[in-house]
């Protein structure tokens, strides 16, 4: 495919889920096992490869000639996932390379980073971890969050991706959590601004939060972000479906400079969900909503229970 084309696609992508067949000691995959009562197989892990490779060389709108050059992911379970994801049938022309780090999370899962090195040079990765206490007092472990640094057409960026804690305990109750995790990203974000004033950043990820809530509030306004998907996200609109509510948990934050077009390589054009309809459900009360992998336990042989979000940029 031709890279000389003006518009780039950045995406992120909840891939529900992505686990080996192999039984790892130190990790809690025991669900996700070939034995385990959700029978994940060897054959119902290539067939979610190949739905996922499918899914994100799509990723895009109509104009999109590519595949996104940059794609956040969320619950990968390790290196192995991502070398077998960039392999599979549908992805390996694409040629991508990722950068991925094990963190502490209880479940086991990690966010990663795919890009194309073809159009953007990794110069630097890192980890931050967000510190949680429970009630007990006792370390509760969650994702770490992933710093990416390279040049994109000679252009520095600084990509942030995030899966924060979920609100299975309740919205409120787990609140603080995802107020913790933002005031990581903004602590990130004020030391990058300190190397370089005009820094240019993008943060990615499945909050578990909306765009109105008090978390992602809090990273736009410390942080001078801009959040396109505030307007993206609708009634009839979201990465998520839950109690038949769409929620917009999946979420590209940028900072303003992207508007700056005498100053930028690029210049932010749009934001959008990818919901395009082979990966939703077609039938019953769950139509329209994604088509997922498990239901419970309940082999369903979909693709994710969230859809991929992106923005475009374009050369000025």
Known sequence: MNNSLDTYTIAFYNIENLFDVENDPLTNDDDFLPISVKRW??????NKLRKLGTVISEIGDEDAKEAPIIIGLAEVENKK??????????LIEESYSYVHYDSSDERGI?????????VFKVENSETFSVYLQSESGERDYTRDILLVQGKLKDEALNII???????????KETEYKRIAAANVVNSIIKMLKKE???AKVIVMGDFNDNPNNKSLSL?????????????????DKGSLNHDFQWN??????????????????????SADVFDNKFLTQYHGKYRGQ??????????????????????QLKSP
């Open 196 to 198: 370089d004033a005009n």
């Open 248 to 269: 917009l948990f999946d979420q590209i934050l940028f900072s303003t400079n992207f508007f700056d077009s005498s100053n930028s390589t690029f210049v932010f054009e």
């Open 290 to 311: 994604p088509f997922r992998t498990y239901v419970g336990k309940k082999y369903k042989g979909g693709y994710s229970d969230h859809f991929p979000v992106y923005i």
């Open 81 to 90: 996932v991502l070398s077998d994801l960039i392999r599979s049938k549908n």
């Open 41 to 46: 197989t060897p054959k119902r892990y290539e």
């Open 219 to 235: 990273m736009e306004k410390e942080s001078d972000l801009y959040n396109p998907f505030k307007t993206v996200w609708s009634r």
């Open 110 to 118: 990690d966010v990663a980073l795919l890009y194309k090195s073809d």
């Open 161 to 171: 991706v995030n899966h924060w804690s979920s609100r299975r305990e309740g919205e």
